[in-house]
């Protein structure tokens, strides 16, 4: 989908790949019909390489991304940034050294839907948000290469794949308000944290003192229906997104809205797909590394949503409440 993403952008092109295998890089030969790679190393130096996108398996990224910036590359970084807070703190302080640009692949705020709730917030037309919930059901994730993401090694945990999206999303929506400094989380058993992935889980994100939000994530469940609500000081909002599956042509979107006049409206919204939201991310990226506009999510907003996940886990683990470890320090208890 990179390929094709990056084939949309007039100021970009792709001029080499890199694969980990013999298989892959054939494939990615054949599919781009340019010189591909097998070292890492050798890809980054050939002199073609301006920028890279990183999408490989999870506990690949922060170490590629690490490499690439030592090579004065800039990076789009496929979420998570790293499987751990410290390798995720490692890439933040490189890029900032370095002065290169670092996204994250949090493609969702490029899609119709989340644009539109964003705007809701920043018009102020339900005035400061106080408490939010994304609900996600869907159908068991695919496998990937290998079964990479049904592999605890690779994958990190599969919160890491699914609903880091929505860690992020929390913060992106709530964020401007106040920091995330806590989360509570509940787990279906404790098998998960032997095996990396999961069922079922939730969890509670505090943000500052009043405004909490919550996050549902099931992967055992058939189609794909994605709910919202967010309720304000002065209005509320809820919506969905549902299909048969996260590549469905067929979606039904809504957004509902009580603004702080009271006014209620209700607005269908055409989505664009994955393909475009990967695009509009993408080219967020290209304008920010060509000095023509601002980038979307960056490395610190990459560690914030790994930081949330990561409490998280600690709390299913712990039973209690565990705090976000900020990217400047520790956190107190």
């Given at each position: 989908m990179h390929v094709k993403a990056v084939s949309q952008i007039p100021d970009a092109s792709l001029t080499a790949v890199c694969a980990g295998s013999e298989k892959s890089?054939?494939?990615?030969?054949?599919?781009?019909?340019?010189?591909?790679?097998?070292?890492?190393?050798?890809?980054?130096?050939?002199?073609?390489?301006?920028?890279?996108?990183?999408a490989t398996p999870n506990y690949t990224h922060a170490g590629l991304a690490l490499k690439a910036l030592s090579e004065g590359k800039d990076v789009y970084l496929?979420?998570?940034?790293?499987?751990?807070?410290?390798?995720?703190?490692?890439?933040?302080?490189?890029?900032?050294?370095?002065?290169?640009?670092?996204?994250?692949?949090?493609?969702?705020?490029?899609?119709?839907?989340?644009?539109?709730?964003?705007?809701?917030?920043?018009?102020?037309?339900?005035?400061?948000?106080?408490?939010?919930?994304?609900?996600?059901?869907?159908?068991?994730?695919?496998?990937?290469?290998?079964?990479?993401?049904?592999?605890?090694?690779?994958?990190g945990h599969q919160l890491l794949e699914e609903a880091i999206h929505y860690a992020d999303l929390s913060n992106w929506l709530f964020g401007a308000q106040a920091k995330p400094l806590a989360v509570s989380g509940f787990i279906d058993g404790t098998e998960p944290f032997a095996t990396g992935h999961l069922k079922s889980a939730f969890f509670v994100v505090e943000f500052g003192e009043r405004s909490r939000f919550i996050v549902a994530d099931t992967l055992e469940g058939f189609g794909s229906d994605?709910?919202?609500?967010?309720?304000?000081?002065?209005?509320?909002?809820?919506?969905?997104?549902?299909?048969?599956?996260?590549?469905?042509?067929?979606?039904?979107s809504y957004l509902k809205l009580r603004d702080r006049g009271d006014r209620t409206s209700t607005t269908n919204i055409q989505m664009s797909g994955q393909l475009a939201d990967l695009t509009a991310s993408l080219g967020s990226f290209v304008a920010a590394v060509l000095g023509g506009g601002p980038q979307g999510a960056t490395a610190a907003d990459g560690y914030t949503s790994l930081a949330i996940c990561e409490a998280a886990l600690r709390s299913m683990q712990s039973g209690r409440?565990?705090?976000?470890?900020?990217?400047g320090g520790r956190s107190t208890d």
């Open positions: 890089l054939r494939e990615a030969e054949d599919e781009t019909g340019l010189p591909g790679f097998i070292d890492y190393s050798e890809f980054l130096r050939s002199g073609d390489v301006d920028s890279v996108i990183i496929e979420k998570p940034i790293a499987t751990t807070l410290d390798d995720a703190k490692k890439v933040v302080d490189s890029q900032r050294s370095s002065g290169r640009v670092v996204q994250i692949g949090f493609e969702n705020r490029y899609s119709n839907f989340w644009r539109s709730v964003k705007a809701v917030l920043e018009n102020g037309d339900i005035g400061a948000p106080v408490f939010g919930k994304i609900e996600s059901w869907r159908f068991p994730m695919r496998g990937g290469s290998g079964g990479w993401k049904y592999d605890g090694q690779r994958v994605l709910s919202l609500s967010i309720a304000g000081e002065m209005g509320a909002l809820n919506g969905a997104v549902r299909s048969e599956s996260d590549d469905s042509p067929d979606v039904e409440t565990e705090p976000v470890r900020p990217l």
